[in-house]
């Protein structure tokens, strides 16, 4: 998927309605077990609901390409491709903060 769609992309997500679990597109659910859907007092990792979905990809792929350093983050956004990853991203950035 091109960049230039991902704005479009999300907003036919958020004007569907709310998304929920059973919306989520394949490979999200990697994402939760590590980045909470709620606020978690004093943790180090992200949430993700709520962030824009440009910035979720960019940091995928920047973990995918090595540029941003992880012991995890890096091997799991290799199992993505781009059109996965911008999937994820837009069904992330349309989940209430």
């Known amino acids: 998927m091109h960049r230039a769609l991902l704005p479009g992309l999300a907003s036919m997500i ?9 919306d989520a597109p394949p490979g999200a659910s990697s994402c939760t ?20 979905a440009e910035d979720i990809v960019t940091f995928m792929r920047d973990y ?17 491709d781009d059109q996965q990853t911008e999937a994820i991203a837009a069904w992330f950035a349309a989940q209430p903060e």
């Open 64 to 80: 995918r390409s090595g540029a941003w350093p992880s012991s995890l983050m890096g091997r799991i956004a290799k199992g993505f």
């Open 33 to 52: 077990g590590c980045h909470a859907p709620k606020k978690v007092a004093d943790s180090v990792i992200p949430r993700l609901a709520g962030r824009k």
């Open 14 to 22: 958020l004007l569907a309605g709310p998304a929920t679990a059973a």
